[in-house]
């Protein structure tokens, strides 16, 4: 009986001793292989955030640098060390509610809410040096082609309700015409006839591929760029009090 009792200590023993030596063994390896570079991790991390921004469900090309590049600095230039403002979240706060419906309306994608931000940063009553008027920031020929009044007494571009009907018809033309929601965005920012000639020239039907001029190149980098820091402010360096306000309107229709 005590020789099976010493037999069967010895054995334990023994696979205690194995088990350790083995375990220390297996942990060095794996410690050791879960040992991650943070530089290359990070520029991974960036690399696939970049990838997976997209504007009316059309998604930034990847792999290009200079796409990349472009992307990058248009978020910056959106983040709070650059903007210093929370103005944005509130107005959006206010007005996306009332511009939404609107362009779902007329089956325009929702992305499109961001060009008032874009254009005027939601501020009613601006005029611009060439003549664009309200949030949506419309000439007065192409307002009155979309059904607004405009005359010395009554200017409905400043009615921001009217305007955004007139918006997304315009919008939804646009895309009529080029089949592509970045093109027609870049159109809206640039002009229908300029974006067929530089599309007929440059033999390209790709936004992010065109070389356009310095403010229609940028427009839809910043559109993505406004909808990012809209949608996930904490991202960028903004702090508001509850973020989720501003997507509730969205989630009240799913």
């Not at 063994?25 to 410690?31: A, R, V, W």
């Not at 978020?75 to 511009?99: D, G, M």
């Not at 018809?169 to 229908?192: C, M, P, V």
């Not at 039907?205 to 910043?222: A, C, H, I, P």
Request: net charge positive; charged share 25%.
């Amino acid at each position: 009986m005590r020789l099976k009792y010493i037999v069967a200590c010895s054995l334990m023993l023994v696979f205690c001793v194995l088990t350790k030596m083995f375990g220390y063994s297996y942990s060095s390896t794996i410690s050791k292989a879960d040992v991650p570079n943070l530089k290359a991790l990070r520029s991974i991390v960036e690399t696939d955030a970049i990838s997976h921004l997209e504007f009316a469900n059309e998604l930034l090309p990847s792999g290009d640098k200079g796409i990349e590049k472009k992307m990058r600095k248009a978020l910056k230039a959106h983040s709070y060390n650059n903007l210093r403002t929370l103005r944005l979240h509130q107005r959006a706060e206010v007005w996306f509610p009332i511009i939404e419906p609107i362009l779902k309306k007329y089956g325009v994608p929702e992305d499109f809410k961001y060009i008032p931000l874009v254009e005027t940063g939601m501020t009613r009553g601006l005029y611009s040096p060439k003549g664009a008027a309200g949030v949506w920031q419309f000439m007065p020929e192409t307002a009155r082609d979309y059904g607004l009044t405009v005359n010395g007494k009554v200017d409905e571009r400043m009615n921001v309700r009217l305007a955004t009907v007139a918006a997304a018809r315009y919008i939804k033309d646009l895309y009529k015409q080029f089949n592509s929601w970045t093109l027609a965005a870049a159109a809206y920012n640039g002009g229908e006839g300029r974006m067929r000639r530089q599309i007929a020239k440059q033999q390209q039907d790709d936004y992010f591929r065109l070389k356009l001029n310095q403010e229609t190149g940028k427009y839809v980098y910043s559109l993505i760029s406004m909808k990012e820091v809209i949608e996930h402010p904490e991202d960028y360096g903004y702090k508001i009090s509850n973020p989720k306000r501003l997507l509730a309107y969205e989630d009240s229709n799913k």
